[in-house]
């Protein structure tokens, strides 16, 4: 047993302790003592370093782990659209109108309907909506955003047309596009950069919605287990800004009970090099992270940048190989920018063209001699060229995968890149080629369940289609793999493998206390969804008890 002096505050014993930690990977009993894990190992060794002021947790044999990290989150956007209309769940078209009639409804004059989630290939569709349909929902009156769920686009009313100014005569800004039809006139269906044309006119949150929200947001992700993210940013937004002022204001409050490093988005650098600050400042609740870059959009809209065309594109779109949404030569001048000032690179890239522009100048990096402690990642890597994959592991870039993307659009990926499919959400062969993996959500994108991902991960297949055959089933991998992404992998890619990840003596006490035995579940158990099943029965963080079921 490993241990350190002094009566700990807490024991959790009778349990099964999944450390994460080769020398000792599994234990009955964990002790804390302040914020810090001070023994781990046996029932009657750690018990025995009890006092009479010492709590004891009897855990009646359920599972432990480390605390879970979400490695890629849109926390405040998340976090505010748990009060806007939420489409995830509409399966049809119809279902889709009638939830945005309901909102349009109860909307207050002058107020905009927000909502997002929608997804038209649950639908068994090509087509996206357009203004005219939302139209018939909403009104004249009701101005109306609705983002697709990878929020790359988004469709609004007619309404919200007239407030941007936006017509046959707006040209594409750079990086968007407007889609039109075959009078040139707006559909309304805006992708990538297009939607800051609407999105400018919407009122943004007041510092005490703000607050409010990424309290509910910290609440939620405490009752799915997760303990820390990785707080990403979107394309240009100011979303930024506003989110790292307000988790400043609750860690000054002592609400913020949520390890949270804080990426800054690639149009904030001068910003940076004018203050000095660099990576990792901050404290053990609240860091900057790693500077965002995009390289192009997303695989359902059409806007990840390939080197081959889509296939099967829908009655009137022409041949496409996706949108760069960033040049690549401002990509690179971004990324040595961002080093120079002691920031790593957070990189946005879904297609494999894009992956393999991002590759190209990582190596120019590293010939360079510009070097952090802190790994350089892509985020996503969805599709990837098998000659570009052992370049991640040779360059040390960390695979920041979210693993739920590959049921949620394995239809959209057999529709769009025929056989190219097998090249995409490659996770067993990203571990192979020596890249450190790292998982996420990509909430509000996708269910921010880290159970959820982890059947994504080792099942390859939709809960609602069980038993069918997994999706590509090659590119499974084991539980204890996929765990491992979630804790000290996503810790790693923070630069946090010394403070939590894994449960050893001495690092933060970050735990997850889970309702079943993941590792004792049977082969059939874990083919029929047992493990998105799953549920967090207690949440820890420092040693405090912030969720209990």
Known sequence: ?????????????????????????????????????????????????????????????????????????????????????????????????????TAAVATAPGAWLVGQGWNESWWGETAFPSAAEIDTVTGPDVPTIVYRSDMHSAVVNSAALRIAAITSATANPLGGVID??????????????????????????????????????????????VTAIHAQRVKDGSDGPREWASLLRLREQGELKLRVACNVAAHELPHLAGIGLRSGFGDTYLRLGHVKVFTDGSLGTRTAWLLAPFEKLAPGEA???????????????????????????????????????????????ADSGLKLHIPHRIEHVQIIDPVDLPRLGQLRVTASVQPIHATDDMDTADRFLGARGANAYTFASLLKSGALLA???????????????????????????LPAVPWYGHQRITLAEAIHAYTLGAAQAAGWQCEIGSLHVGKLADLVVVDRDLFSLSDDEVAGGAIAQAHAEMTVVDGEIVYRR
């Open 1 to 101: 047993m490993e241990s350190i002096g002094c009566a700990p505050d807490l024991i959790f014993c009778n349990g099964r302790v999944y450390t994460e930690n080769p020398v000792q990977p599994w234990a009955q009993a964990l002790a804390v003592r302040g914020q810090r894990i001070m023994a781990v190992g046996a029932d009657a060794e750690v018990l025995a370093l009890a006092d009479s002021r010492t709590e004891q947790i009897d855990l009646a044999g359920q599972l432990v782990l480390p605390g879970l990290c979400d490695a890629h989150i849109h926390f405040s956007i998340w976090a505010v659209g748990l009060c806007e209309v939420r489409l995830a769940h509409t399966r049809t078209r119809a279902a889709m109108m009638e939830s945005i009639r």
């Open 180 to 225: 039109r039809d075959a009078a040139g006139n707006p559909t309304g269906y805006l992708r990538e950069l297009a939607i800051e044309l609407v999105t400018r006119h919407i009122p943004q949150p007041t510092p005490g919605q703000m607050d409010d929200a990424l309290r509910q947001g910290q609440a939620e992700l405490h009752r799915l287990g």
């Open 319 to 365: 041949d496409s190989f996706g949108v760069s949404v960033t040049p690549p030569d401002q990509m690179a001048a971004e990324f040595r920018r961002a080093v120079e000032l002691g920031f790593p690179i957070s990189v946005h890239a879904i297609g494999d063209r894009a992956n393999r522009v991002c590759l190209d100048i990582f190596e120019e990096l």
């Open 439 to 465: 998982f996420g959500s990509d909430a509000p994108v996708a269910d921010p369940s880290p159970f959820a991902g982890l059947h994504a991960a080792v099942v390859r297949q939709r809960i609602e289609r």
